[in-house]
């Protein structure tokens, strides 16, 4: 009953704030754009229309989490509710767990609402007799993608946000961490194994979701976003028994 009523807490309010409806539709605005563009580039190629959703769809799925996210604990820090977290005795996971996933169901709204705007332009966007390969499979996959992905940057997110007192800071940096740390690491496995991890290295998550959207399951792309999401939800627990423990706002 605790982490359900501080999951609705944290999501009505993520909804209220500056960090959700506004930064939604700013994400689907410009996710739309580029899946309008994407449809132009594909006119006479064989590229199916669930991996042409879900790359329009993944560019933006970053940006929407470091937003959501940077809410976190860094409002909390700016209006002394931290230390009222603190006081209580409602375990660290649950506090954690409740903003982790209103980000998280903040960024499945993004990808439903690209869902229908993909339906919409595309109808809009291609002749009346045209038509692009394309299943249910491919969208169920790529969404399957996009949760693992979105779930592991909410979790960055939030583990950030309780070291920043600003949360213009916590936002620059979570987006940076979730754009550069994939490809840093794809690129530091290509060279320990002496082999290309990806074939896209400076977008292997964005590749991931082109993959599943063509029913190509990367198993290891989909199992290290899960893991990721586990550690950095644990090691955004333990600091915040950390903290609380120190008693301190840093």
Same mark, same amino acid.
């Given at each position: 009953?605790?982490?359900?009523?501080?999951?609705?807490? $944290?999501?009505?309010?993520? %909804? *209220?704030?500056?960090?959700?409806?506004?930064? !939604?539709?700013?994400?689907?605005?410009?996710?739309?754009?580029?899946?309008?563009?994407?449809?132009?580039?594909?006119?006479?190629?064989?590229?199916?229309?669930?991996?042409?959703?879900?790359?329009?769809?993944?560019?933006?799925?970053?940006?929407?989490?470091?937003?959501?996210?940077?809410?976190?604990?860094?409002?909390?820090? $700016?209006?002394?509710? #931290?230390? !009222?977290?603190?006081?209580?005795?409602?375990?660290?996971?649950?506090?954690?767990?409740?903003?982790? !996933?209103?980000?998280?169901?903040?960024?499945?709204?993004?990808?439903?609402?690209?869902? %229908?705007?993909?339906?919409?332009?595309?109808?809009?966007?291609?002749?009346?007799?045209?038509?692009?390969?394309?299943?249910? #499979?491919?969208?169920?996959?790529? %969404?399957?993608?996009?949760?693992?992905?979105?779930?592991?940057?909410?979790?960055?997110?939030?583990? %950030?946000?309780?070291?920043?007192?600003?949360?213009?800071?916590?936002? !620059?940096?979570?987006?940076?961490?979730?754009?550069?740390?994939?490809?840093?690491?794809?690129?530091?496995?290509?060279?320990?194994?002496? *082999?290309?991890?990806?074939?896209?290295?400076?977008?292997?998550?964005?590749?991931?979701?082109?993959?599943?959207?063509?029913?190509?399951?990367?198993?290891?792309?989909?199992?290290?976003?899960?893991?990721?999401?586990?550690?950095?939800?644990?090691?955004?627990?333990?600091?915040?028994?950390?903290?609380?423990?120190?008693?301190? $706002?840093?």
């Amino acid at each position: 009953m605790v982490f359900w009523t501080i999951l609705r807490r $944290e999501a009505f309010q993520l %909804v *209220r704030s500056v960090h959700g409806l506004a930064p !939604l539709f700013l994400a689907l605005a410009g996710a739309g754009g580029l899946f309008v563009w994407l449809l132009n580039r594909a006119e006479g190629s064989a590229t199916a229309l669930p991996a042409l959703w879900g790359l329009a769809t993944a560019f933006g799925l970053p940006f929407l989490a470091a937003v959501a996210a940077s809410r976190g604990f860094t409002q909390d820090r $700016e209006v002394g509710m #931290l230390r !009222l977290m603190f006081a209580t005795p409602v375990r660290a996971r649950w506090w954690v767990l409740g903003k982790v !996933l209103a980000a998280w169901l903040l960024c499945m709204l993004y990808v439903a609402g690209m869902g %229908v705007t993909c339906w919409v332009l595309a109808r809009w966007a291609l002749p009346a007799d045209a038509s692009l390969p394309g299943s249910w #499979l491919g969208f169920a996959l790529a %969404v399957a993608a996009l949760a693992a992905q979105a779930l592991l940057w909410c979790g960055v997110g939030t583990l %950030v946000s309780l070291f920043f007192r600003s949360s213009a800071s916590t936002f !620059l940096i979570s987006l940076l961490t979730c754009l550069l740390a994939p490809p840093a690491l794809c690129m530091t496995l290509s060279m320990t194994f002496g *082999r290309p991890i990806t074939q896209w290295p400076l977008f292997p998550l964005q590749m991931a979701v082109l993959d599943c959207a063509g029913g190509l399951v990367d198993v290891r792309a989909l199992a290290g976003c899960l893991m990721g999401a586990a550690v950095v939800t644990y090691a955004a627990g333990m600091a915040f028994d950390a903290l609380r423990l120190c008693a301190t $706002e840093r």
